[in-house]
């Protein structure tokens, strides 16, 4: 059973406003092969509905192009979501290597409904729903909630749960506090003080299942500085672009 002070705490004041967009660059290892493999982003933007101020969370990423050859990447992730980190819609849209798709999802009061759209002209598209469950979030809502956490108070190997929705399916997750680490980009010799974390991925086209993610973010502004994760194939270095 996850437990620990973390669960469900989020600082009073979110460390994001309306209007922020960040760059990130991924960097692929493979044995001895190192290259600059593409580009990520996240932006936040205030959004009304029904009267109610709302954020709209948006994840995506791109390959480059002389990268598009090994594994082509052309992905966007949007979510509406409450002040309180509970989505109302999420739709995934793009292309991951062979793979290409159209997912959307609305959260309602008691259930959440989905429709995915096939990734083949042979397949058929998919129209269902699930049974809401307490604290279920769609992944891009669950990074800009996880950037909220309050560390203040914890201690090292506590965990929060993570309940995520992808692919008409309920995945369980959850992030480790790892403590503060002082760490230097070694692209620019920039410190900055961190709080670490460790994360359980869910196995996809991508990535590859079980606690493979580190994940560094600096005290003051909450943004991740350094990510570093195993892939299914070889390794990601994520770095934030200046």
């Keep these: ?30 044995g001895l092969i190192w290259a600059n493999a593409g580009v990520a982003t ?13 954020y709209r969370f948006q994840g995506a990423g791109k390959s480059y192009d002389h990268w598009n050859w090994f594994y082509e990447v052309n992905a966007t992730y949007t979510s509406i979501a409450t002040r309180n980190f509970k989505p109302l819609t999420f739709e995934r849209t793009g292309q991951e290597g062979s793979s290409v798709y159209q997912r959307k999802y609305t959260f309602k009061n008691d259930s959440i409904r989905y429709r995915l759209e096939p990734e083949k002209r042979s397949d058929r598209e998919r129209r269902g729903g699930l049974p809401l469950r307490q604290g279920a979030m769609d992944p891009v809502t669950a990074v800009f909630y996880c950037r909220s956490l309050d560390f203040t108070h914890v201690s090292a190997d506590d965990t929060v749960p993570l309940l995520f929705v992808l692919d008409g399916e309920y995945y369980e997750s959850y992030v480790r506090y790892l403590g503060q680490e002082r760490w230097v980009d070694p692209r620019t010799d920039k410190t900055y003080d961190c ?19 580190r994940v560094y973010v600096s005290g003051d502004d909450r943004k991740a500085v350094y990510i570093e994760t195993d ?8 770095y934030l672009a200046e």
């Design 231 to 238: 892939l299914r194939i070889g390794k990601a270095k994520i």
């Design 42 to 54: 996240f932006s936040v933007e205030d959004t009304l509905i029904d009267g109610q101020t709302h």
């Design 195 to 213: 709080d670490v974390f460790s994360a359980y991925l869910i196995k996809g086209t991508i990535f590859r299942e079980g606690e493979r993610i």
């Design 1 to 30: 059973m996850l437990s620990g002070p973390l669960a469900g705490h989020v600082q009073s004041q979110v460390p994001f406003q309306s209007g922020e967009k960040i760059t990130y660059e991924l960097v692929y290892q493979w």
